[in-house]
């Protein structure tokens, strides 16, 4: 059983910042990929970041400059320190991992979610 647990999201004013953090926990043969997706209310689930195994990153052109994610894999935890808050930010954010299991199956897992409310 592979689980991620997200945590850090709360209510921020607009320019302040937060940082998410998605712990895995379970048994795995390897962690590929990680990332941060964000849902707002009547919208679809967009990507916001993902992270490989190796540290390559990528971010939506929306956060550039002002959300990094970052992963550390003794720890199986991934990250999103979120800068410079908009309104436009406010979501459920959501943390997702591309995982291989022993025996060779690979699966894409997701945490339960965690709220972003971003005050103008």
């Known amino acids: 059983q592979v689980q991620l647990v997200e945590s850090g999201g709360g209510l921020v004013q607009a320019g302040g910042s937060l940082r998410l953090s998605c712990a895995a926990s379970?048994?795995?043969?390897?962690?590929?990929?990680m990332g941060w997706y964000r849902q707002a209310p009547g919208t679809q689930r967009e990507l916001v970041a993902t992270i490989t195994s190796g540290g390559n990153t990528n971010h939506r052109d929306s956060v550039k400059g002002r959300f990094t994610i970052s992963r550390d894999n003794a720890k199986n935890t991934v990250y999103l320190q979120m800068s410079s808050l908009k309104p436009e930010d406010t979501a459920v954010y959501y943390c997702?991992?591309?995982?291989?299991?022993?025996?060779?199956?690979?699966?894409?897992?997701w945490g339960q979610g965690t709220q972003v409310t971003v005050s103008s």
């Open positions: 997702n991992a591309d995982i291989k299991r022993y025996g060779g199956m690979r699966s894409n897992y």
């Open positions: 379970g048994s795995w043969f390897s962690i590929n990929d």
